[in-house]
């Protein structure tokens, strides 16, 4: 008898310029101006959709990294790329049937104008679009937004979760049969079929109707990606798609496990959600070639990079250090995540220097990082989603297109022979 988990494995693919690894710009497989240039987004979407993905994804910052500009400088990543709802507009028109997964902070935006934005883009895309809930981990957001502090973690997620139900009243401002387009009786919509929200809350005082008819998914898709105790509890009581950062299968378990009691609580169906970590993927046929490809790449990050990589991640000040000192014993300075916090563990007891633990990284960003032969990471991923620890994966792209490439070609067809998968 088949041990194998019946249903089927989702996978999404993130998209992220000039992908994931922090040198990834530098290498010849990457599209450098990626970030700003639409036929490299069309063309890697359109790929993804051939190769029967089910989801793109994007994330977004709606402020510049506060890292040195020496160190700044050598990077793709944040700095020059489009709003992602914006972008996503322009690849429903040259995409069909991939989903469309877009990331805005609830922390400086307005309901109205994330209701309104989304609802656009799932009628421009036939029912396709998606709405990745965050609150902004990144402190230098506030100064653009007339705030001289950030908001603290819990009083983020407190306002997020209003903000939330918020969005979610405004999707419900219509019936799906309000508009009647009537041109003999000269009614453009049924009076009785709109509803006012009137919405008066700690937070948000909003009124609506909203000024988009219900789409066509009756509201977008919602993802979440929150890890704290009340990171969780959001998703529990919202999310039909969930992000997940585990790099051990064990713990991807105890979280898949937590969210789905915790949705009884919110009176929801464990079913209703759908639970992907992110995973980093170097593919060859063999494992020496994966890891010649993956050591070519640590290869090209810029100790300058690396550096201020950790100090981002971490919060600890690197900047006096040589990068083949050992990391040294020092307090994380911000929240960090438990992964990463177990990494620097790891770290610390291996005696890693900076740079081993940076190229450990590079690719990753303390998410699960696969190097190997398509057989050993297929076995891997179907490993994971039989033993309950997920429903599927959020591949992470090193570079873009070609790991992208690599992965579609290499690792899909793998997975589509694994027992109990029907279709990718």
């Given at each position: 008898?088949s041990?194998?988990?019946?249903?089927?494995?989702?996978?999404?693919?993130?998209?992220?310029?000039?992908?994931h690894?922090?040198a990834a710009w530098?290498?010849?497989?990457?599209?450098?101006?990626?970030?700003?240039?639409?036929?490299?987004y069309?063309?890697?979407?359109?790929?993804?959709?051939?190769?029967?993905?089910?989801f793109?994804?994007?994330?977004?910052?709606?402020?510049?990294?506060?890292?040195?500009?020496?160190?700044?400088?050598?990077?793709?990543?944040?700095t020059?790329?489009?709003?992602?709802?914006?972008?996503?507009?322009?690849?429903?028109?040259?995409?069909?049937?991939?989903?469309?997964?877009?990331?805005?902070?609830?922390?400086?935006?307005?309901?109205?104008?994330?209701?309104?934005?989304?609802?656009?883009?799932?009628?421009?895309?036939?029912?396709r679009?998606?709405?990745?809930?965050?609150?902004?981990?990144?402190?230098?957001?506030?100064?653009n937004?007339?705030?001289?502090?950030?908001?603290?973690?819990d009083?983020r997620?407190?306002?997020?979760?209003?903000?939330?139900?918020?969005?979610?009243?405004?999707?419900?401002?219509?019936?799906?049969?309000?508009?009647?387009?009537?041109r003999?009786?000269?009614?453009?919509?049924?009076?009785?079929k709109?509803?006012?929200?009137?919405?008066?809350?700690?937070?948000?005082?909003?009124?609506?109707?909203?000024?988009?008819?219900?789409?066509?998914?009756?509201?977008?898709?919602?993802?979440?990606?929150?890890?704290?105790?009340?990171?969780?509890?959001?998703?529990?009581?919202?999310?039909?798609?969930?992000?997940?950062?585990?790099?051990?299968?064990?713990?991807?378990?105890e979280?898949?496990?937590?969210?789905?009691t915790?949705?009884?609580?919110?009176?929801?169906?464990?079913?209703?959600?759908?639970?992907?970590?992110?995973?980093?993927i170097?593919?060859?046929?063999?494992?020496?070639?994966?890891?010649?490809?993956?050591?070519?790449?640590?290869?090209?990050?810029?100790p300058e990079?690396g550096?201020?990589?950790?100090?981002?991640?971490?919060?600890m000040?690197?900047?006096?250090?040589?990068?083949?000192?050992?990391?040294?014993?020092?307090?994380?300075?911000?929240?960090?995540?438990?992964?990463?916090?177990?990494?620097?563990?790891?770290?610390?007891?291996?005696?890693?220097?900076?740079?081993?633990l940076?190229?450990?990284?590079?690719?990753?960003?303390?998410?699960?990082?696969?190097?190997?032969?398509?057989?050993?990471?297929?076995?891997?991923?179907?490993r994971?989603?039989?033993?309950?620890?997920?429903?599927?994966?959020?591949?992470?792209?090193?570079?873009?297109?070609?790991?992208?490439?690599?992965?579609?070609?290499?690792?899909?067809p793998?997975?589509?022979?694994?027992?109990?998968?029907?279709?990718?």
């Open positions: 008898m041990t194998h988990r019946p249903g089927r494995m989702s996978l999404g693919v993130f998209f992220k310029n000039t992908g690894h922090i530098r290498h010849p497989d990457a599209q450098m101006d990626a970030g700003i240039n639409l036929r490299h069309i063309e890697c979407a359109q790929m993804s959709e051939r190769a029967g993905l089910d793109l994804f994007f994330a977004d910052s709606a402020a510049v990294r506060a890292t040195p500009l020496a160190e700044l400088s050598r990077s793709s990543q944040y020059a790329y489009f709003e992602p709802t914006t972008l996503l507009s322009a690849l429903a028109g040259a995409t069909s049937r991939i989903g469309l997964v877009a990331t805005a902070t609830t922390s400086y935006n307005e309901p109205f104008n994330i209701a309104r934005r989304f609802a656009s883009l799932d009628h421009l895309s036939a029912g679009a998606a709405w990745n809930v965050v609150t902004s981990g990144n402190r230098t957001e506030a100064m937004f007339g705030r001289e502090e950030h908001y603290e973690h009083v997620y407190d306002r997020a979760m209003e903000f939330v139900e918020v969005v979610k009243g405004l999707w419900d401002s219509w019936d799906d049969d309000a508009f009647l387009y009537d003999e009786d000269g009614r453009f919509f049924d009076p009785a709109v509803h006012t929200l009137d919405h008066k809350g700690k937070w948000f005082n909003v009124r609506g109707p909203l000024n988009v008819p219900r789409s066509p998914q009756g509201h977008p898709v919602i993802f979440q990606a929150g890890h704290s105790d009340v990171g969780r509890e959001l998703a529990a009581a919202t999310a039909e798609g969930i992000f997940m950062g585990h790099i051990e299968p064990e713990r991807a378990r979280h898949y496990d937590d969210i789905k915790r949705m009884r609580r919110h009176g929801r169906a464990p079913d209703e959600v759908r639970m992907l970590p992110g995973a980093t170097t593919c060859a046929k063999t494992d020496a070639e994966a890891k010649d490809k993956d050591d070519y790449l640590n290869s090209l990050v810029h990079v550096r201020a990589y950790l100090t981002s991640m971490t919060g000040d690197l900047s006096d250090c040589s990068v083949d000192d050992p990391l040294p014993d020092r307090p994380m300075s911000l929240q960090r995540s438990a992964n990463v916090a177990g990494i620097i563990a790891i770290a610390r007891k291996d005696n890693l220097t900076i740079r081993q940076y190229e450990r990284l590079a690719g990753s960003h303390g998410k699960l990082a696969l190097v190997g032969s398509v057989t050993r990471i297929a076995d891997t991923m179907q994971w989603y039989d033993m309950g620890a997920c429903d599927g994966f959020i591949l992470q792209p090193s570079t873009m297109p070609g790991n992208l490439r690599e992965v579609i070609e290499l690792l899909v793998e997975l589509q022979d694994q027992i109990g998968r029907a279709h990718v």
